[in-house]
């Protein structure tokens, strides 16, 4: 883990790949509270920025989009009526 991440990690613990089930949608919770969303082969889908509040995740899409979700638990995010697993 270098700095950046590190230094993150102790703001919250989510930052890293998170998935769901079937692997289509990967969000990528970057150090620096941006964030890369994948869709299929679709590699950076959409990019923007996050922030994290407790369990709460909001997120601001770099077209304007926002959205948000919260972490059940340290490995569970429900976003957008989906269910992300982080990935190890």
Request: glycine share 10%; hydrophobic share 30%.
């Amino acid at each position: 883990m270098n700095a950046k991440t590190q230094t993150a990690a102790r703001l919250h613990p989510y930052v890293g790949m998170w998935v769901t089930e079937d692997g289509r949608i990967r969000h990528e919770l970057l150090a620096n509270n941006r964030y890369d969303e994948a869709r299929g082969s679709r590699e950076s889908a959409y990019r923007g920025r996050y922030e994290v509040t407790g369990s709460h995740i909001d997120y601001w899409d770099d077209t304007g989009f926002t959205a948000d979700g919260d972490f059940v638990s340290l490995d569970v995010l429900h976003h957008g009526g989906m269910v992300f697993y982080r990935r190890k």
